[in-house]
């Protein structure tokens, strides 16, 4: 079936009573809930990782990876475009997240949490490319997760497309300490250094002053 993703068993061998199935794992295409519905209710959901768990509770696509860059980003091309260029750079991205289309300010800061959660992540790249969604949108859940958050860690901040001088304008009446930056290649670049800035302070146990105060 074309709803199913994978499809492994795991078989054993028997002399006297032939072959056993010792367990089976099936992935199915979230695209295909609304198709069967009766199987997706069978998801365990103890078996997902955590911040997997939230961020499919929030209309989120996310996977964990390994680096130190949480990444922030509307759509899976830019997504993929973003993490490359954080390669580029010599960094490593923590993170796939990809906020849709049509994501308002109340996911933004649901996906600030998810990111935040990760112990790994020394600073937050966000990437946006305002067509059908707005950057003011996106710039209020930025303002709310910071403030909400508490966030100690470099935010780096990369808008372009619908609303994007209200965006700037709603960051800059704040006093919350963004980085914006209108270039992707020098976002990453920034992301990456700052980035590298933490991890060495956190090694030789130095406290950095990246608070956003309100």
Request: glycine share 8%; net charge negative; charged share 25%.
């Amino acid at each position: 079936s074309s709803t199913t993703c994978l499809l492994r068993k795991q078989w054993y061998q028997r002399r006297v009573r032939g072959v056993l199935c010792l367990d089976c794992k099936i992935n199915f295409d979230d695209n295909a809930e609304y198709r069967h519905q009766e199987l997706f209710q069978k998801r365990d959901w103890s078996q997902e990782d955590q911040r997997d768990v939230e961020a499919s509770n929030a209309g989120l696509n996310y996977i964990g990876l390994d680096g130190s860059i949480g990444c922030l980003v509307n759509g899976a091309g830019l997504a993929m475009a973003t993490m490359d260029i954080i390669k580029l750079h010599g960094g490593d991205p923590a993170n796939f997240l990809d906020v849709g289309g049509g994501a308002t300010a109340e996911q933004v800061t649901e996906a600030f949490k998810i990111i935040s959660s990760d112990p790994k992540v020394k600073a937050i790249l966000v990437n946006i490319f305002g067509g059908i969604m707005r950057c003011d949108v996106i710039a209020q859940g930025i303002l709310e997760a910071a403030t909400n958050l508490k966030l100690d860690i470099p935010l780096i901040v990369r808008l372009q497309g619908t609303n994007v001088e209200e965006a700037k304008a709603l960051m800059g009446m704040s006093n919350i300490k963004i980085l914006p930056i209108d270039s992707l290649d020098e976002a990453a670049s920034m992301a990456v250094k700052l980035s590298d800035i933490v991890g060495k302070a956190q090694a030789l146990n130095v406290k950095l002053d990246f608070s956003l105060d309100i």
